[in-house]
């Protein structure tokens, strides 16, 4: 991992594409601004990890056949 000071304002280039400016710094906060092409995929952790867990979840999921579904019906109403 490389590790990098960078001052409000201050920027790192990756790969000629992508540009990475510090936006601010409050608290233990710090805001960044990221430049990049289109077709670069920004996503944060959290939020893989947030996938990768439910995709688990799902894949330890029972598997019911079609037919051994409930049926759900609607009562009909009387009318008077």
Known sequence: ???LTRRVN???IIDN???ITV???????????ID?????SIVRQ???VAVANENKAAAR??????G???MKTKQREKRQ
Not at 23 to 33: F, S
Not at 36 to 40: D, K, L, N, R, S
Not at 61 to 66: L, Q
């Open 1 to 3: 991992m490389l590790v």
């Open 10 to 12: 201050e920027a790192i």
């Open 17 to 19: 594409r992508i540009k």
């Open 23 to 33: 936006v601010g710094i409050e608290d233990d906060k710090i805001r960044i601004g």
């Open 36 to 40: 990049a092409p289109p077709e670069v």
């Open 46 to 48: 959290e939020l893989l």
């Open 61 to 66: 999921t029972a598997i019911i056949a079609a």
């Open 68 to 70: 051994e579904l409930p």
